[in-house]
């Protein structure tokens, strides 16, 4: 199983980047995906997620991302985007793609993200 992170990097206040995981190893399209985040002294943030449940996706924004980030996937490249819009210093942080079913959790390396001011 791996989940490969990508994309992160310096930007300054108000910039974007998209970030990226690429799976492999497991059925993907029966899994929810998660992007969480650490900052320095902080425990790990559940930031945005799609769910595999109700034969949909249900997406879940923490409050303090809700209309700055858009999480997507796609199905047929195993692939789960997070877009992150007019980003702030408060985004700074490590960003993991998680992969999760019933008892399977699975982590990426995680991808550096930067705000400067």
């Known amino acids: 199983v791996q989940l490969v992170e990508s994309g992160g990097g310096l930007v300054q206040t108000g910039g974007s980047l998209r970030l990226s995981c690429a799976a492999s190893?497991?059925?993907?399209?029966?899994?929810?995906m998660n992007w969480y985040r650490q900052a320095p002294g902080k425990e790990r943030q559940l930031v945005a997620g799609i769910n595999v449940r109700l034969g949909g996706g249900e997406i879940y924004y923490a409050d303090s991302v809700k209309g700055r980030f858009t999480t997507s996937r796609d199905n047929t490249k195993n692939t789960f985007d997070l877009q992150m819009n007019n980003l702030n210093s408060e985004d700074t942080a490590v960003y993991f793609c998680n992969a999760r079913r019933r008892d399977n959790d699975y982590w990426g390396q995680g991808t550096q993200v930067t705000v400067s001011s």
């Open positions: 190893g497991f059925t993907f399209r029966t899994y929810d």
